[in-house]
């Protein structure tokens, strides 16, 4: 079996070196470039997710979300909660806050976007909305005559800069009318407008948990209660943790909380990256099998003067696949050398998406599924063709 | 040491059935050099392809050195060829990837020879042939001769039991013909190696013990060399 892989590897070695050197260029280099293929666009894919996570854990919901329990609209009793919970090692901050909907007027443009109150303080211990101010000021614990708006909400005063309906382009001290969904009506001073990249924060209106309770006549009470852990991945845990500590509202992850959202954007950028995976693969094979078939065929008569001197079939067979896999080796290292430079090329020159800029995920585990597939269908593709022109009888063969 | 009784190939079904060989029946002692010889189309060929484990006879047995090799499948005629039976074709038939030298360790080293003793013998076998300074050259960089004297260099390394040449000089002028059948003929003497030979040069027959004429399928006739025998060194010297 040794003796006889030698046999195929001395041949291949001086086919290779021997052979036609263009056509074997241009093989090793579809090759590469397929090679990219398969990794860059699920390294995209990947950087998606992973910046739509962060987006939801540094924007939306912090790393866990306390709910009221079933058929009840607020949490009760909400400062102890908060003090209990921020007692608990591992928790950076908890956040508690009223979401709801709110009509929002100015100069005739009425807007009804998502409305959070929060306390400023809180709210910057476990999200980082308070950090993304383009214009003006944050809200501040005592501000209650006074909003921050997101940009998007803001917008312009050319319609057609806005991707949302907006109140046509609000700045900093300009005064809004809120109406909340109880008829209560209040102006509200402008203090500042949010650039965050989120696009659930960039739409939404933000007033102080103080000031809503006043218009709605609540007191010690919300709707949800954020929680950021020192660090991620260990939200299950802190959620037995949180109904150890005697928490007995509901609690979501971050992940419970944007699956929908995120399995719709993933699944459908899967169902591309698979047609995409395909096409690439199938293009390896063809390209390997015809170098391969031409190649054998061009050879047939050589291969049944091999066989007639008695180098066994399966010699010759095993010399196609090292020449294969040669070309998968040198183009798999050519086309993960042209990866790096496109890495290179990508962080000087981000892709910019909705959420933000989208660093590429290249992990071991995606280039070793990527090499794997490839070493996989050239294995096939250069196996088939040999076999067959080798099944062929000697004498048949040489005749040509 | 090679027998051959009642051989027949027959190609194509009824009418258009062809009886390349047709009932031939032969003995080839050790160290004989044995001619074939006969018209296009006489089965010359046919039968050294079945010597040579090439083809399969559609009836009759050939037995070489004890051993019927009709019953054998593929696997092991490839083995019977590389380790009993040296081949020479008409065009040569070298690897054109490979030098002189390599053509010939291939089949050693497919063998499983060790790399070193690979080497010794392909260094004393193509400088047997008289390559000895043409090693390193690949088949495109020599003449027709020199290509078929290191394809009988690759044909002897692995010492074969039967050296079967299939018109060898058949690409060839009557220089290197004539080279190239001194070479069967020293080594015939000088190592005993038995060869059967393909050849329809009339002058090609000086050279053999045996000459076996065929026609039509059978051996018409067969006529042994005044004074040579296997291995009497008192061959007729080329013309």
Known sequence: ?????KVAFFFAKRSIARGNKGTLSLTIVILGMVFVNLVFLPSIITGVAVLFNQQSIDYSYGNLVIEPRKNEIYISNVDELQRKIGQIPGVNGVSPRYITGATVVYKGNAVTPQLYAINPDDDQAVLKIGSRVSSGEYLGEADTDKVVLGFRLAGNEDE????IPSLGGVEVGNVVDITFNNGVTRKYRVKGIITSDSYDADSAVFITRKEY?????????ANQVLVRTRETGGEEAMRITLMSFGVQEKIWTWQEKSANFLDQIIGSFNIINFIGTVVSLVIAVVVIFIVIFINTVYRRKQIGILKAIGIDRSII???????????F?????????????????????PIVFPGGAVAPVVDAPLIARSTLSLFVVSLIAGYIPAWMTTREDILSAIRG | MITGRDLTRVYGMGAAEVRALDGV????QKGEFVGVTGPSGSGKSTLLHMLGLLDRPTSGTITIDGQDVNPLDERARTQFRLRRLGYVFQDYALVPELTAWENVYLPSMARGMQARECSLVCTDILGLVGLGDRVNHLPSQMSGGEQQRVAIARALVNRPAILLADEPCANLDSRNSEIILDLFQRLNRDLRQTIVMVSHEEWHTRYFHRTIFMKDGKIETERRAVDKSPGSGDLLSSP
Do not use: C, H, P, W
């Open chain 1, 329 to 349: 080796a040198l183009g798999t290292l050519i086309g993960a050398a042209f990866l790096i430079l496109i890495l290179q090329i990508l962080a000087l020159n």
């Open chain 2, 25 to 28: 029946s032969f003995e080839i």
């Open chain 1, 213 to 221: 309770e006043s218009v709605f006549g609540l007191d010690n009470k």
């Open chain 1, 160 to 163: 057609t800069q806005d991707v």
């Open chain 1, 1 to 5: 079996m040794l003796e006889d892989s």
């Open chain 1, 317 to 327: 067979i095993r010399s196609y696949l090292f020449q294969a896999l040669f070309i």
